[in-house]
């Protein structure tokens, strides 16, 4: 590795502080995940060769507040919270601590400590020589227990249920890569600088039938950091103050050990109609939009349920295939997400915050941009006004 995970995290760290004007003494909370199974996605050596409480690791693997606080020296620290998961959750977590007065002014940094050969590897399950409970239906199909295969199961129906095929992702795919190479410090824009043509897409590694190579996000070596404070400290910031304006999430509910299409559906919906209420906002409301694309084979699920640009069930497919660069009237992805910056998690939110301050560069879209929403599984919608 190039660099270690505290390293990376200092660096996002002090970045989010001199983008802010901010001081180290100006900071009294921190939030990070250090979590085994949220905090990084690799581990450098299986458990045996480390004995709990793995504290050999921190710096190293994971960067916890404890070791951020005292490598960096903060001094007013009041809240700490190591365990606040992924972004999606760090960001409600931090938002709620702020709101409820724990702390004013929190440092939120999220790694993805990903090193070369480990993918993967801190997951107990895949490194199990066998599979019990529920897990003897999934883990034969592979990675994360397979969830890329249910994923690929509600993507075929989803396909005969509409009439549309993988083809069809074509559009988003490219998309997405020619966001991402507008990033400067995405890792295609960084190592790889070329855009993704229609017939690399078409011909691309097969994983997991239907699913190709391009259809997955590239893990890589990262960390994001960002600050969350009052709306009222915020006007003396350096930069213009970006609103959350509410966080929420959904309950799964399935059946069997896979979802279905329908279940999946029914998830999102509830979601959005949650967000939606929560917020005050509405469909037409919302002018960037960002879900999380770890494989594209999903991100249409969200993009109908919250039914942004009027896409309604069994049309995000026919949506791809018309104008959604960022200079057109439906700049869907705006970020590039992870499958055209790597999978660092954090460029939907980031895009949402740069569009709607209007910093965006390059990818900085033409419609408005007032309102902007990303998430997965717990969404978190930004506003430029206040009120």
């Known amino acids: 590795m190039d660099a270690t995970c505290g390293a990376k995290s200092m660096q996002a760290i002090q970045k989010a502080l001199d983008d802010a004007g901010l001081t180290m003494d100006d900071i009294d909370g921190l939030f990070t995940c250090e979590a085994p199974d949220t905090r990084a996605e690799q581990t450098w050596a299986p458990r045996p060769y480390f004995d709990p409480p793995y504290d050999s690791e921190d710096g190293l693997l994971m960067a916890s507040c404890e070791w951020i606080e005292k490598q960096m020296g903060f001094k007013n620290i009041q809240y700490r919270d190591s365990n606040a998961g992924t972004i999606w959750t760090s960001m409600p977590i931090s938002t709620q601590a702020v709101g409820d007065g724990k702390c004013h002014t929190a440092l939120?940094?999220?790694?993805m400590c990903n090193l070369e050969g480990r993918y993967g590897?801190?997951?107990?399950?895949?490194?199990?020589?066998?599979?019990?409970?529920?897990?003897?239906?999934?883990?034969?199909?592979g990675y994360q227990s397979g969830a890329m295969f249910n994923n690929l199961v509600m993507f075929n129906q989803y396909c005969q249920r509409y009439g549309s095929s993988h083809d069809a992702l074509a559009p988003f795919a490219l998309n997405n890569r020619r966001n991402g190479l507008m990033v400067p410090w995405g890792y295609y824009t960084l190592h790889e600088q070329y855009q993704l043509t229609r017939e690399d897409y078409l011909n691309g590694?097969?994983?997991?039938?239907?699913?190709?190579?391009?259809?997955?996000?590239?893990?890589?070596?990262?960390?994001?950091a960002w600050i969350v404070t009052t709306a009222e400290r915020a006007k003396d910031m350096k930069q213009t103050p970006i609103y959350v304006m509410g966080n929420a999430g959904a309950v799964?509910?399935?059946?069997?050990?896979?979802?279905?299409?329908?279940?999946?559906?029914?998830?999102?919906?509830?979601?959005?109609?949650?967000?939606?209420?929560?917020?005050?906002?509405g469909p037409k409301d919302v002018d960037i939009f960002n879900p999380y694309d770890g494989y594209l084979t999903f991100p249409q699920a969200y993009l109908e349920a919250f039914e942004w640009h009027g896409v309604k069930q069994g049309e995000a497919h026919d949506f791809y295939a018309g104008d959604i660069t960022v200079e057109g009237p439906h700049p869907f992805m705006s970020s590039g997400g992870n499958n055209g910056t790597g999978r660092n998690r954090a460029t939907?939110?980031?895009?949402?915050?740069?569009?709607?301050?209007?910093?965006?560069g390059q990818r900085q879209v033409t419609v408005k941009a007032d309102v902007g929403a990303a998430g997965y599984g717990d969404w978190t919608m930004f506003s430029k006004h206040p009120d």
Request: charged share 20%; net charge negative; proline share 6%.
């Open 108 to 111: 939120v940094w999220y790694p």
């Open 121 to 141: 590897q801190n997951n107990p399950v895949n490194l199990a020589d066998g599979a019990s409970g529920g897990s003897a239906f999934t883990l034969p199909w």
């Open 205 to 224: 590694r097969l994983i997991e039938e239907p699913l190709v190579i391009y259809d997955c996000d590239r893990p890589i070596m990262t960390c994001a």
């Open 252 to 281: 799964s509910r399935k059946r069997s050990t896979m979802f279905t299409l329908d279940e999946f559906q029914q998830e999102t919906a509830q979601l959005a109609q949650v967000m939606y209420e929560g917020t005050g906002f």
């Open 348 to 360: 939907h939110y980031l895009d949402c915050i740069e569009q709607l301050r209007g910093t965006a």
